[in-house]
T-cell receptor
Framework: DTAVSQTPKYLVTQMGNDKSIKCEQN?????MYWYKQDSKKFLKIMFSYNNKELIINETVPNRFSPKSPDKAHLNLHINSLELGDSAVYFC?????????????FGPGTRLTVT | GQNIDQPTEMTATEGAIVQINCTYQ??????LFWYQQHAGEAPTFLSY????GLEEKGRFSSFLSRSKGYSYLLLKELQMKDSASYLCAVRENTGGFKTIFGAGTRLFVKA
């Protein structure tokens, strides 16, 4: 199936640990994103990559480090996890299609830090 | 900077019409999106407006007025499955393209 996939879907870990979330899209898109959706359901952009280059880097703690090995993959590594990092993390991808720039979202990774 | 406002919650009856409003303030406006997000799921694209006017797509329509910084999403013939959050999002170009999401409107459709 063509889609944006993320692993893992659920991640429960303790404070201070380091964890990674992986994202892959096989839609042939050239831009990928990481969003954080907190308990209030606010979807906030964290990072964006275009053709493996970082183009958006919002005010995110440097404990968060994205890596894009190729256009189809964008991973997110988080060091020294904190309670406030608990949220759902969505990966997305997009390409210009006609006059739209719609984004396709992965299923999300629910991170719980205890 | 940018600011996107939409109502937190709305309730409507099955078969009815509901309009969800969104106002925004942004520099470098480059289009407005509406996304639907069911509980526990990912957002899915509904519509995109970059020019003023109404875009119709089946039961859903979206309107944009750039001069007023205003958009609405119109849902007709409501169905129970339309119960979801509806996210208004603005694409802006401030030296790079970025999409900013509003907090979303939770729509409850009752029988």
């Amino acid at each position: 199936d063509t889609a944006v996939s993320q692993t893992p879907k659920y991640l429960v870990t303790q404070m201070g640990n380091d964890k990674s979330i992986k994202c892959e899209q096989n839609l042939g898109h050239d831009t990928m994103y990481w969003y954080k959706q907190d308990s209030k359901k606010f979807l906030k952009i964290m990072f964006s990559y275009n053709n493996k280059e970082l183009i958006i880097n919002e005010t995110v703690p440097n404990r968060f480090s994205p890596k894009s090995p190729d256009k189809a993959h964008l991973n997110l590594h988080i060091n020294s996890l904190e309670l406030g990092d608990s949220a759902v993390y969505f990966c997305a991808s997009s390409v210009r299609s006609g006059s739209t720039y719609e984004q396709y979202f992965g299923p999300g990774t629910r991170l719980t830090v205890t | 900077g940018q600011n996107i406002d939409q109502p937190t919650e709305m309730t409507a009856t099955e078969g009815a019409i509901v309009q969800i409003n969104c106002t925004y303030q942004t520099s470098g406006f480059n289009g407005l999106f509406w996304y639907q997000q069911h509980a526990g799921e990912a957002p899915t694209f509904l519509s995109y407006n970059v020019l003023d006017g109404l875009e119709e797509k089946g039961r859903f329509s979206s309107f944009l007025s750039r001069s007023k910084g205003y958009s609405y999403l119109l849902l007709k013939e409501l169905q129970m499955k339309d119960s979801a959050s509806y996210l208004c999002a603005v694409r802006e170009n401030t030296g790079g393209f970025k999409t900013i999401f509003g907090a979303g409107t939770r729509l409850f459709v009752k029988a």
